[in-house]
């Protein structure tokens, strides 16, 4: 099988084989050597012819000879060329199909399989034409691999093997270049010199670059003139302007094209932009905006305050903009620091020393601004300098004391308004105003000491104890007179002096366990003591027994020379039956002056031990108490009993109250007797309510009225100068008479007795005495000059009031 197909521009050459090749496959089907060539393959193989892999020999006569030699297997073939984007009205023939088997019967028909076929390309059954029926991309498929085989029309049975070939898309120049990664930036130091690359851009051509020009790509700068340039084939994009100073200008915007076929006319071009960006070097030095600064600083600036700032300015950025300022030389060296605000880049001139405008009034310095990185020719860093005049001028300052702190002695005996120091303070200022002191009370809460307002002296106000407070610190202020807010202030530390004026006693309430089977000599406490003084030498203690236990039978004590003693027992026969407890007096002197001392006591309880010594009862009770019952059972037992028997008392007495008669008999009244008589009578002819025969017989029977305020111990005895009036007595003389004796006698209570008779008989001249009527009174009565009697009397208003309107209704 044969193939023929178009030719190729710009691929085949036009050599000396080429006419007689042509002259071939013109003559193939009419020439008796193919024909023979056919009838010698019949039912083999078919002989296949390709235009594109015929290669020229190396003479005339090897070429004739090829061509006789191959003629019997036919022409190889492998591939086919069809061109991309073509739009004609007809498909494009790509080649055609030729077996030898096909001899002019009607027999025979080709298939095609494989990619596109059908679809992409078609085969006329009959003459093998393969034709494209649409548009190619060859961007989107450069090639195509097809299957072609004879078969049987009527049976489809294959006539010979199939074989394969590829279909390639010949490429068109359809695609402009693209810059994929644009637009891009870039940056470079600023004053490079020329030619230093600054990036490099690429684009890309969607065509063949192994056919023809059409992806050759040449580059060239449309806009960025004079500043750069590019490279046609690198597109390497490079200074071209001396010394740009970024100061100047520090962005550019540049313009690449890139053209394709070799950048001739008709080819396609694409374009990107390319944002260059100076970057900054130290090229710039440091520079004051004044040779000369004037400032004015008040005297009373405190210590690290702000006085003023100066600032050098740096047309660069970043690091190379950074400067330090440094006081290189004037006469205020010491008195004034400058330092470096990081963030607004100001030399910040700060005050060291405290100014006085009384000695100096001004101060002049010479301050160098120096950039933190070297300059960008490797030489010393770039540096400005600039001078400084300080003007001080004068404040009203607070009085200085001679020292910020006094420290003062004081003995804890010292009596009251001893003087303890002084202190002594200034007005620094020209004018020299007076001084006065005080003391900061929230310093001396409980006043102990004072101050004299004129020279500072500080007194005693009230005793001191250096075992209470051994330091006193407190305030003292210094107040301008002129000017009372001008106030400083110093502390005085007041140290309280020790005396020897406490005794020393026990370190602790020692309480001592002897045990009744100890041995003579046993160590029964060891005893130590405190004193609440502080003396230089140190303490040092003496411990002896009282004068009354100078021969103690039982105990002694031994000094072991550590400033404590041992109490230790004599004899073996201390018994709990006999003695539970001893207590052992002792005196503890200390070696102050004068020495003090006191007594202080032992208690040794005797103990019931077991064999090793150890404490096991302590309690005479211990002996009496049955086997297995505890003292804290004891104890529990007797509290229950006890409260039972309370409970008991308690009901037995509530019982006998309860049975007692309200009423007290006379003979046990001992108490005041108010006899009150609250009726009103109708004058002295009413009898019936009081029997006045009482006062009409003072003498009563036999002379004696029993007495209801008392309780008679002794039988009534008539006393001497006691007389009796005759009947019709008058009563106020038998009342003067009683009033005597009760006054005098001996035997009557302490407290006097009360007797009202408050009884009014029927018909009586002078009418009722009371202001309160029963309620069987037809008076109309008014009460309500009772409310106007005051609070006491407004609720006694109320309650008659509401009883007058109940006997209304």
């Known amino acids: 099988m044969a193939a023929r ?26 020439s008796p050597i193919a024909g023979h060539s056919r009838s010698t393959q019949s039912g083999g193989s078919a002989a296949v012819a390709a235009v594109a892999v015929v290669a020229p020999a190396s003479g005339p006569g090897s070429e004739g000879q090829r061509l006789l030699s191959r003629a019997k297997r036919g022409w190889v073939w492998n591939q086919m060329f069809v061109l991309e984007e073509f739009s004609g009205p007809d498909p494009i023939l790509v080649g055609r199909l030729h077996t030898d088997l096909d001899v002019g019967s009607k027999n025979i028909k080709y298939v095609l399989a494989g990619e596109g076929a059908g679809t992409i390309f078609a085969i006329n059954e009959h003459t093998g034409d393969i034709h494209a029926m649409k548009r190619l991309d060859r961007e989107e498929k450069a090639e195509y691999t097809l299957t072609a085989q004879v078969v049987n029309a009527d049976t489809d049975e294959p006539l010979e093997p199939p074989s394969g070939f590829i279909i390639k898309v010949q490429d068109i120049n359809d695609n402009p270049p693209q810059f994929i990664e644009g637009p891009y930036r870039a940056s470079v130091p600023e004053m490079s010199a020329v030619g230093t690359p600054v990036t490099q851009v690429t684009a890309t051509d969607a065509d063949d670059s192994g056919y023809g020009n059409s992806a050759k790509l040449v580059y060239s700068i449309l806009e960025g003139q004079p500043y750069f340039s590019v490279d046609p084939n690198s597109a390497t994009i490079k200074i071209a302007l001396h010394e740009m100073d970024r100061e100047m200008r520090e962005e550019y915007l540049v313009v690449i094209q890139a053209k394709d076929m070799g950048g001739h006319m008709g080819g396609l071009s694409g374009t990107t932009t390319v944002t260059v960006t100076l970057t900054d070097i130290n090229d710039n030095p440091p520079k004051f905006s004044r040779s000369l600064y004037e400032f004015v600083i008040a005297e009373d600036l405190p210590l690290g305050k702000t006085g003023d700032k100066v600032k050098a300015n740096d047309r660069d950025i970043g690091e190379n903009a950074k400067s330090t300022y440094n006081i290189i030389d004037g006469d205020g060296l010491g008195m004034f620091e400058i330092v470096t605000d990081a963030q607004t880049q100001e030399g910040i001139l700060r005050l060291r020393k405290p100014l006085d405008y ?128 001008q106030i400083s202030r110093a502390i005085v530390a007041i140290r309280v002096m020790d005396i020897n004026d406490n005794a020393p006693e026990f370190a602790t309430e020692y309480e001592a366990f002897l045990c009744e089977n100890g041995k003579p000599g046993q160590v029964i406490q060891t005893l130590s003591a405190v004193d609440k003084d502080d003396p230089i030498q140190g303490h040092y203690f003496d411990y002896r027994l009282v004068p009354e236990m100078l021969n103690n039978p039982n105990f002694t004590i031994k000094n072991n020379q550590d400033n404590s003693i041992s109490v230790l027992a004599k004899h ?191 018909g009586s001249i002078a009418g009722s005495l009371s202001s309160l009527e029963t309620a069987s009174s037809d008076s109309d009565q008014n009460y309500d000059y009772l409310r106007e009697w005051g609070p006491r009397f407004r609720r006694l208003g109320e309650l008659y009031s509401v009883g007058e309107s109940d006997r209304e209704t």
Not at 669 to 697: C, H, K, M, P, S
Request: with cysteine.
């Open 572 to 762: 073996d026969t201390f018994r709990r039956q006999k003695q539970e407890m001893y207590f052992l007096p002792i005196i503890v002197t200390d070696n102050g002056h004068p020495a003090m001392s006191s007594t202080n006591t032992l208690t040794i309880r005797v103990c019931g031990c077991s064999k090793d010594g150890e404490v096991q009862s302590c309690n005479v009770e211990a002996y009496v108490l049955p086997i297995g019952l505890s003292m804290g059972a004891l104890i529990a037992i007797l509290a229950c009993i006890t409260l039972l028997l309370v409970i008991v008392v308690l009901f037995v007495t509530l019982r006998r109250h309860k049975n007692e008669p309200l009423i007290i008999k006379d003979d046990e009244d001992v108490r005041e007797n108010i006899i009150r008589y609250d009726d009103e009578g109708g004058g002295e002819e009413d009898t019936e309510a009081f029997d006045i025969a009482t006062l009409q017989n003072p003498d009563g029977i036999n002379g004696y009225l029993p007495r209801k305020d008392i309780k008679p111990d002794l039988q009534f005895m008539p006393r001497a100068g006691q007389h009796s009036g005759p009947n019709g007595v008058d009563v106020d003389e038998f009342i003067n008479v009683r009033l005597h004796e009760a006054d005098n006698d001996p035997t009557a209570p302490p407290y006097d007795s009360i007797q009202i008779y408050g009884y009014e008989g029927r």
């Open 358 to 485: 009384e000695t100096k009034h001004a101060y002049t310095l010479k301050v160098e601004a120096t950039n933190v990185r070297p300059s960008q020719s490797g030489d010393m860093p770039y540096k400005d300098t600039a001078t400084v005049k300080i003007v001080v001028v004068d404040a009203d300052e607070p009085p200085v004391f001679s020292k910020p702190m006094y420290r003062l002695e004081v003995n804890e005996d010292a009596p009251i308004n001893t003087v303890i120091g002084s202190v002594t303070a200034r007005d620094p200022d020209s004018s020299s105003s007076s001084v006065r002191y005080f003391i900061d009370r929230h310093t001396d809460l409980e006043r102990q000491f004072n101050i004299n307002v004129d020279d500072g002296k500080i007194t005693l106000a009230k005793p001191l104890d250096r075992e209470t407070d051994m330091w006193h610190n407190i305030t003292v202020t210094a107040t301008e007179v002129k000017n009372h807010s």
């Open 5 to 30: 197909m178009p030719r190729r521009s710009g691929e085949l050459q036009m050599d000396l084989w080429m006419p007689l090749l042509l002259f071939w496959i013109t003559c193939a089907s009419s």
